[in-house]
């Protein structure tokens, strides 16, 4: 059984990262090797406010047929509502945390504040206990595999909306006050999707958190929060591996050729229900 590579895509950085794309790989092949390793994935996810009611059953149902399975999987869901009782069916090797944390009034600080909980949680738990870590955004469901490929030191996803368009309009920020603040870059990565090696992850979010809080010293915010941030720390270190679009695409886009395959799909969302308060 033969992989065609893909020629209509790039599948990979000029940092020879892999660009992961339907066809490319072997899952069977990765499987293997990451259980004979031993790999076991830590998924942590902020389910705050409405979010929880509206999107964290679906999430974690989608995530138990779809999400490395056939690997150990530490669920951390990350709520002001810890004691609410959730319908989900876990699999074995599969267990669930749920950690309480602030409701912040302002949503950009509840986006921004999980790069905090994050590196928080990698410390006190993550680290005894997985291999490696990956950080989602409530707001999606899983529809196919989203398995042990994507497993690296430190791996980012292209945002579905940004892939196919010249740099000219990738939205990083371009506020010099800001710590976020770049003029060029490799890719405009998505921050509902990044993970790696527990040490990587760690290392992103302290970077990204500690940056955030300097701009709010300096009282200015990045134009897209968390993800500005992200940006900025993956033009610095690269990631050793990139997710094509297919790992977290918007139907709303519509068809497109080069996405073979829909692993993981943003919800649908309704902002005036949701924002306010
Ligand atoms: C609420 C209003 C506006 C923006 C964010 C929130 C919000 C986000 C919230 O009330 N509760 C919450 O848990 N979140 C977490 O932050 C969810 O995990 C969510 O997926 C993530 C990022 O916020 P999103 O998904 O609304 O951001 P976008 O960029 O996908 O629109
Ligand atoms: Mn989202």
Redesign the pocket.
Known sequence: FHFRSRTDVQTCTTWKAPILWEGMFDPEVYDQNHKKEGSSVALT???????LDEYLETFLNSSEHHFMVGLPVSYYVFTDMPEKVLHIHLGPQRTLKMIKVQRHSR?QD??MM?MKAISDVIESDIRHHSTHVFCF???QVFTGRFGSEALGDSVALLHAYYYHLPKIFYTYDRNPKSKAYMENGDFYYHA?VFGGSWKSVKSLAEGCYQNIMEDKQNNVEALWHDESHLNKYLWLHKPSRVLSPEYCWDTHIGYRSDIQVTRLLWAPKQYDK??TP
Not at 45 to 51: D, E, L, Q
């Open positions: 996810v902020f389910a705050v406010g409405r979010y949503w509840i986006s999980r955004d409530v707001d509902a949701l924002r």
